[in-house]
């Protein structure tokens, strides 16, 4: 089975500085990538995806992550957080036709 | 068109009672899964259910239940709740079986307290 790690579990950052949220899966086999993001009281939306292709994909609200297979990574940044952007973060990994396995989550804060 | 609904958002209930949840997913989806979701765990994975049957199932006791009905609408019961049951249990649906690639969409999810 595979394992998700999200190393940071907090991270607060200044309003419009980068941030990057890290993750780390432990399985080499083919795989497909997820990001979500949690708001307080609400279940979780898909932010972005890695299904195959270009290892850089992008949301629509200005995140980005990169695939790295050598270092199984799927890291997710942004080059300038807003105080919108405050919310739980979960990195996720499927392998071809099987579950989702998640990560345990990271709380970024946006400090005004 | 409208997303996944879970009932109820909340409840409260004791130890050793027992509890329902349901969920609707989005019209057209047939697979549905569920998911515990806790502070110090993330989320774990309950069970998966296509065509009223339980394709996958998570790592947990037999106390944790579900089934499909017939108009793809789930629900999951726990028995002799405990008060470590106590999370926010996450419903999501897609498409199909194997259409994970496409990603999950999630209800709100029910947050149960057990006191």
């Known amino acids: 089975a595979q394992s998700v790690t999200q190393l940071d579990s907090q991270v607060p950052v200044f309003e419009e500085a980068p941030v990057e949220l890290r993750c780390n899966y432990s399985?080499?086999?083919?795989?497909?990538l997820f990001w979500y993001v949690q708001y307080p009281n609400q279940g979780l939306q898909l932010l972005l995806k890695?299904?195959?292709?270009?290892?850089l994909v992008e949301s629509i609200n200005g995140f980005e992550a990169e695939f790295n297979k050598s270092q199984t990574s799927f890291h997710l940044r942004k080059p300038s957080v807003h105080i919108s952007d405050t919310a739980e973060y979960f990195c996720?990994?499927?392998?071809?036709?099987?579950?989702?396995?998640f990560g345990t989550g990271t709380s970024l804060t946006v400090i005004p | 068109k409208a997303g996944v609904t879970q009932t109820p958002r909340y409840l409260i209930k004791t130890r050793g009672q027992q509890v329902t949840l349901s969920c609707s997913p989005i019209s057209g989806h047939r697979s549905v899964s569920w998911y515990q979701q806790t502070p110090g765990q993330g989320l774990q994975f309950l069970f998966e259910y296509f065509s009223e049957t339980q394709r996958n199932k998570g790592n947990f006791p037999g106390r944790f239940s579900g089934r499909q009905f017939s108009n793809s609408r789930s629900e999951m019961n726990v028995s002799t709740l405990e008060l470590g049951d106590s999370a926010l249990y996450l419903c999501?649906?897609?498409?199909?079986?194997?259409?994970?690639?496409?990603?999950?969409?999630f209800g709100s999810g029910t947050r149960l307290t057990v006191v």
């Open positions: 999501a649906s897609s498409l199909a079986l194997r259409t994970q690639a496409m990603g999950y969409t």
């Open positions: 399985s080499s086999v083919s795989v497909y």
């Open positions: 890695y299904l195959s292709g270009s290892t």
């Open positions: 996720a990994v499927s392998e071809s036709g099987n579950q989702f396995y």
